[in-house]
């Protein structure tokens, strides 16, 4: 099979994970991508773990491991004038740069879209910030909680008067990265028509503004109505929830009533139980997700705590009712559907046990999701690509480190 | 003369929902034409939201804001003939999305084999829950539970409490990013290598995919976290931290050490900062409920827009907590246009998001708002598929397109 982004290149100058997850799903289908670290320091998420054995190691951080395998690795500062030129050399015949420098820094150090453009017209250069290249807040600063706060993402998850709930871990971070890849590929695509590159300005905040929380918009115009946090449920006829059963949780969403009539018959023992059909309350299902849902949370408890999530997820099955467990990390990674579709992958350092990582997000039927070469060490690929690509004597390489260029 | 990037390319989008019509949407803002295949029988729920209370489809504000840029066209595809047109369109178009439960476009007849048998090169993408094929296969739910089997939700919560969830459809939402990427691969592709293919998006898979750090440390030391409410493993300072009004919020969060003295001096150098127990990183992470409490103390005699400008001064990340109408005012949002008005022949004007992704030379844009049902049905079936005027009667007395 063909790799569908062979002959693509890509010089990645960005860390952490938005920059570099858009550079891992490049390399997974074919683009030669090539990561550039500051001398000494590296990417950041060098220093996140996880480790095997709990043990820091530069090359053994999982998480710079799961993105930035089959990438090649050089060191450079690209502060210095030196390194600079070297990155212009370097961006001649590349297709795509992705970096992340704040605006400011872009400017100050010529590496602005306006000089790059010069060094290479045909160059596609993906710049990834939290806030965007314009604006009043484009030179502030945002880590994932902040970004998601101002994107509105926060603001409806948790509990009314208590403070907003951040995603966990980065998912801003990937959703940031899966955008810029979907950018690449629309310049790429551009390139063929209009023959040349072009800057595409990424902003983390709006991957959730604009994105993820930009439609309820039409809905606030419309009807002024605003989204709030409401807790482990969301407004919608009765059920929209998460409750408690038997050692876990349940998610349990029935738009649909005959949904959830199925399960008041697994309930009831193949009726509905008299306590609801009985009560006026309930029979319109969006008042009672109005105005009874702590009383039916409540009147549901007993059956609920009585069974595993497990046990019910397969009545449900069984009843066609589309309630699902909440399942914790380790029921995740154990899980034998995900196991039997060979969904995760493994990370093996040499000498260290093999530990899963997660699988591509895509199967393709005909474009081969390839990782086979390790994540680089730092500075790993600098003589090939310095010395073989560039032709720099091996004795220059050592006085360019000498001088921390490299 | 716009150029855009995906102009010429024709789209058959099956999407109903959140999944396949999000994927498809940014295709046709940057250019695709997205022709969305829809049935009086079954309208796409998204029509009639909890926003619409008038009940007439062509009036929610949140399927406009989903489907602008798209062609509508009315089909009904348990009739034999109406999957016969579909034929035919699929022979002169480039992409099918859908996102039914798996099995649900082979009963059309309508599955990637068929396809392939009419056009060698057509690329089908389909939105599967959690995949077509293993022990879950049979699982049909929406996409708000597809967290909590991902194991998201059990990680949304206040640290050690119950489990509150996303209470959204995340999952599809990811999905749809996911997807268009993966139909640009194949497209690119096919141009390379004249070869169209069958991609898949098991949504559980791309969500997953998205949250390695709990992954791997599962893998590694069978770790299990619970809820976690707005815990950092890398922040002491990482919270939402109320501010003088009802439910106004600022997020906070400090990596290094120099970020924690600007914050120091930022407030006002107070003489709880200099105690033993935050000196340092591990201290302040260990006390960090107490020092969250200080914290709050300073944050609730300012707004969450004064605190964002006194500590973004001195280089610390802060940001309000911003809901619908924050982001509709909020200054930067403005200048940055992320939101805009577009005209609708039923509701007037609708705001709606803008497009993602800026590009400098071929920049999206919305071309024309979400359609009326069946509104292209004569450019579809007359001018693309040459069906006279007479033909297309017909076939709506009959309920075909329908």
């Known amino acids: ?362 199967r393709f039927s005909r474009s081969p999701w390839q990782m086979d070469k390790p994540a680089p060490s730092l500075s790993e690929h600098n003589d090939k690509v310095y010395c073989e690509g560039l032709g720099y004597s091996k004795e220059q390489l050592v006085q360019l480190r000498n001088m921390d260029v490299i | 003369m716009t150029t855009y990037p995906l102009e010429g390319y024709r789209i058959i989008d099956f999407g109903w929902a959140a999944a396949a019509p999000r994927a498809t949407c940014l295709l046709a803002d940057m250019g695709a034409e997205v022709i969305k295949v829809e049935t009086q029988k079954r309208l796409d729920p998204v029509r009639f939201g909890p926003d619409n209370l008038t009940r007439d489809p062509e009036k929610d504000p949140l399927f406009h804001s989903i489907n602008r840029n798209k062609l509508s066209i009315l089909l009904d595809l348990t009739h034999p003939q109406g999957v016969e047109l579909i034929k035919k369109l699929v022979k002169i178009s480039d992409v099918v999305v859908e996102n039914f439960s798996p099995g649900v476009m082979k009963r059309f007849g309508l599955d990637y084999d068929e396809l392939k048998g009419i056009k060698p090169e057509i690329i089908m993408i389909s939105f599967p829950g959690v995949g077509r094929e293993g022990p879950l296969a049979d699982v049909v739910t929406y996409g708000p539970s597809l967290a909590g089997l991902a194991g998201l939700d059990s990680m949304v919560g206040y640290e050690d409490e119950r489990v509150l969830g996303m209470q959204q459809a995340y999952a599809d939402i990811n999905a749809a990013l996911h997807g268009a990427f993966a139909i640009q691969i194949a497209l690119y592709h096919r141009e390379t290598y004249a070869e169209g293919q069958h991609i898949e998006i098991p949504q559980i898979e791309a969500l997953l995919s998205t949250m390695p750090e709990p992954v791997m440390a599962n893998s590694i030391t069978g770790s299990i976290p619970g809820t976690i409410g707005n815990r950092s493993n890398l922040m002491a300072v990482h919270n939402n931290y109320p501010c003088m009004g009802t439910d106004k919020w600022v997020s906070i969060a400090l990596l290094t050490e120099q970020e924690w003295k600007a914050f120091c001096k930022a407030i006002g150098s107070p003489s709880w900062t200099k105690t033993d127990s935050y000196a340092d990183g591990y201290r302040r992470w260990v006390n960090r409920k107490e020092l969250d409490r200080r914290i709050s103390e300073w944050t609730m005699t300012k707004t969450p827009s004064e605190v964002m400008e006194i500590l973004q001064k001195v280089g610390v990340a802060a940001t309000p907590c911003e809901d619908t109408e924050d982001r509709f005012l909020d200054p930067h949002f403005q200048e940055r246009q992320i939101l805009i008005d577009v005209e609708h022949p039923s509701t007037g004007v609708d705001w709606v998001p803008n497009v993602i992704c800026r590009l400098s030379e071929t920049p999206g844009a919305i071309r024309r708002p979400a359609p009326r049902l069946g509104e292209h049905n004569d450019y579809v079936f007359g001018e693309l598929l040459g069906l006279t005027k007479e033909e297309i009667e017909r076939l709506i007395e009959n309920k075909i397109i329908f």
């Open chain 1, 1 to 362: 099979m063909h790799k569908t982004l062979e002959g693509i290149k890509v010089i990645e100058l960005a860390q952490h994970i938005s920059g570099p997850y858009a550079g891992m799903l490049l390399s997974g289908l074919g683009a030669q991508v090539t990561k550039v670290e500051e001398p000494g320091v590296g990417d950041i998420s060098r220093r996140c773990g996880p480790f095997p054995d709990n043990k820091p190691h530069p090359d053994r951080s999982g998480l710079f491991i799961y993105l930035n395998r089959n990438k090649q690795g050089i060191t450079l500062d690209v502060r210095k004038p030196t390194g600079r030129q070297i990155l212009l050399d370097l961006l001649k015949d590349a297709h795509v740069l992705l970096e992340d420098l704040p605006p400011k820094v872009a400017r100050k150090l010529k590496l602005d879209y306006g000089h790059l453009k010069k060094a290479n017209p045909q160059l596609i250069v993906v710049s990834v910030t939290p806030f965007g290249q314009t604006g009043p807040y484009r030179d502030y600063k945002a880590y994932a909680i902040n970004a998601s706060a101002i994107g509105g993402m926060s603001s409806i998850i948790g509990e009314p008067k208590r403070e907003p709930l951040t995603p966990p871990f980065s998912l801003g971070h990937f959703q940031t990265g899966i955008i810029a890849a979907n950018a690449i590929m629309f310049a790429l695509m551009a390139r063929k028509r209009i023959g040349k590159g072009q800057h595409i300005d990424i902003s983390e905040a709006e991957s959730w503004a604009i994105f993820h929380t930009g439609n309820v918009v039409s809905s606030f115009v419309y009807s002024g109505r605003k989204r709030t946090r409401t807790g482990h449920r969301t407004p919608s006829p009765y059920p929209y929830t998460i409750l408690p059963c038997k050692e876990g949780y349940l998610s349990m969403i029935a738009l649909r009533g005959s949904e959830w009539k199925r399960f008041l018959e697994i309930v009831g023992n193949g009726n509905v139980p008299e306590w609801y059909s009985s009560d006026e309350r309930f029979q319109d299902r969006l008042k009672a997700g109005q105005q009874y849902a702590d009383i039916l949370d409540n009147l549901l408890a007993p059956w609920l705590m009585s069974h595993t999530k497990e046990e019910i997820f397969t009545r449900c099955r069984e009843e066609h009712v589309p309630f699902t467990p909440v399942r914790n990390m380790d029921e995740v990674v154990h899980c034998e559907h995900l196991n039997q579709r060979g969904y995760f992958e493994e990370i093996e350092y040499p000498g260290e046990k093999k530990f899963k990582c997660p699988g591509p997000p895509i």
